[in-house]
């Protein structure tokens, strides 16, 4: 990259604010206030996500008697949930690639349960007057090299081989840039509605919303402390009170979990994005975006970009930081060197835009596992429940995530439950030096891959017999 592209690029940056688009909210609800006394409930959902909300809300669904506590540690939204690219897949398992190699056997029972959840999610929308701006627009994942052309219409063939095509089409790069304009789209693979956009943090603070008129007890700024049996239930410390529950559920993803032994199975990784102001008609008619999908590349380090309701691009990933130790730890949520390739690769990718400045830019710390999907257990003799790992597409799946919980510690045998993704764990990360020293080497290899025409090393050809995954 010459330096006066970067400079030019840069200065894009001059304004930006360090602060997630979403969160930059003037219509952000006030916290509700901490809980400082010891309560006694049927269930308590520990956790203010997407995780802890969706939890909460099937709970009553299912029995409005039922008596909920929610508590969070700061403010409901306001970590992964509130700050992601606003992505709502259907898909359950990281994309039906992801799934079809892990669970062939389920790979239709898992896609048929991905499509009806986010069905579901767009009935719960509109019934609770949910003001996200939900749009099942779709998306596009994008060719942006020769070899990745030919890796999408491979996959395509197979999905069609399996019966898995329906609402999918491979576009060639003609039919792809009459969807959107970039002279590096080379080709595409359209998902018509697998996919919905939102306004991520609306969309959790719709949720707490929701969960307090169904009567639903939330306690923020509330940091559960410890958890222990009590009797026949459960019993969590916090700073200024306590909560005995005959059940618990645990939303918490990439903080550590309550429940020690989980710890292993995930490790923070932190993706960042950038917000531009809003596009001139003019602006936005130069890269024809008409149909609003959602778009991702589909390298090994890729992008993900998209249209708000006020026609700003929202152009996040690429970069995926592991922090040594996994540790989570607000100084790793502004990373400017990051901020700048970015910026880079946006122009790179719609030189139409020469000249739009971003308005926001920001990061944080989502949880992956070694499946890069969810995984789901109990602990304490089946009186808690938890799922963890969405790897950046909980969205949609955290939903249900929440359905999976209530049925482990409701004791059901369904669908759900049944299922090989939830009844086996991933294999969980070594202890430091091993999984920085691994987690490293296997960034290094991708990116390697993604300069040689996508051929992979040994060490990611043993990674894929081992099941193992690791991307941006």
């Not at 896609?111 to 009935?123: C, K, M, T």
Request: one cysteine or more; proline letters at 6%.
């Amino acid at each position: 990259m010459a330096p006066g592209a970067m400079t030019r690029w840069t200065k894009s940056l001059s304004e930006a604010q360090p602060v997630a688009y979403w969160l930059d909210d003037p219509g952000r609800p006030r916290p509700e206030p901490a809980l400082t006394a010891a309560e006694i409930c049927d269930l308590l959902v520990v956790g203010g996500g997407y995780s802890g909300l969706w939890t909460a809300l099937l709970a009553k669904e299912r029995d409005p008697g039922q008596d909920v506590v929610l508590v969070e540690a700061r403010e409901a939204g306001w970590a992964a949930s509130g700050r992601n690219g606003g992505f709502c897949a259907a898909s359950l398992t990281h994309g039906p690639a992801n799934g079809l190699t892990r669970w062939p056997d389920e790979i239709h029972t898992l896609q048929e349960l991905g499509a009806r959840n986010l069905d579901e999610i767009e009935a719960t929308v509109a019934r609770h007057s949910l003001d996200c701006d939900f749009e099942r627009t779709g998306e596009i994942d994008i060719a942006t090299a020769p070899h990745q052309a030919g890796e999408l219409r491979a996959a395509y063939d197979e999905m069609e081989r399996r019966g898995l095509t329906d609402g999918l089409e491979f576009l060639d790069a003609g039919a792809v840039r009459e969807q959107v304009d970039s002279p590096t789209f080379l080709a595409g693979l359209h998902d018509r509605r697998g996919v919905a956009l939102l306004n991520p943090a609306r969309l959790a603070w719709g949720l707490k919303r929701a969960c307090l008129r169904l009567g639903v007890r939330v306690y923020e700024r509330t940091p559960a402390l410890t958890l222990r049996p009590y009797g026949a239930g459960m019993a969590v410390r916090t700073p200024y009170g306590s909560v005995r529950a005959r059940r618990v559920a645990l939303g918490t993803n990439v903080f550590p979990n309550l429940v020690r032994r989980v710890r292993s199975y995930t490790v923070p990784v932190y993706d960042y994005a950038l917000m531009t102001e809003p596009l001139t008609a003019d602006r936005l008619a130069s890269i024809g975006w008409r149909n609003r999908q959602g778009l991702a590349d589909s390298a090994n380090q890729f992008h993900y970009f998209r249209l708000t309701a006020d026609n700003r691009v929202l152009w996040g990933g690429y970069d995926a930081v592991y922090p040594y130790g996994g540790r989570v730890r607000a100084e790793y949520d502004d990373r400017p060197e990051t901020y700048a390739k970015l910026a880079g690769h946006f122009f790179t990718c719609f030189p139409q835009l020469e000249g739009v400045r971003f308005t926001h830019a920001w990061g944080g710390a989502i949880d992956t596992c070694s499946r890069f999907s969810a995984f789901f257990g109990t602990a304490h003799q089946g009186r808690v429940a938890y799922a963890a790992g969405y790897t950046g597409l909980g969205v949609g799946a955290t939903r249900f995530g929440a359905n999976v919980m209530l049925d482990l510690l409701a004791g059901l045998r369904t669908e759900r439950t049944e299922l090989e993704m939830v009844r086996r764990k991933p294999l969980p990360f070594p202890p430091e030096p091993f999984a920085w020293t691994g987690i490293a080497l296997t960034k290094w290899s991708l990116a390697r891959a993604d300069a040689h025409g996508g051929r992979r090393n040994l060490w990611l050809r043993t990674m894929d017999r081992l099941g193992l995954g690791f991307d941006s």
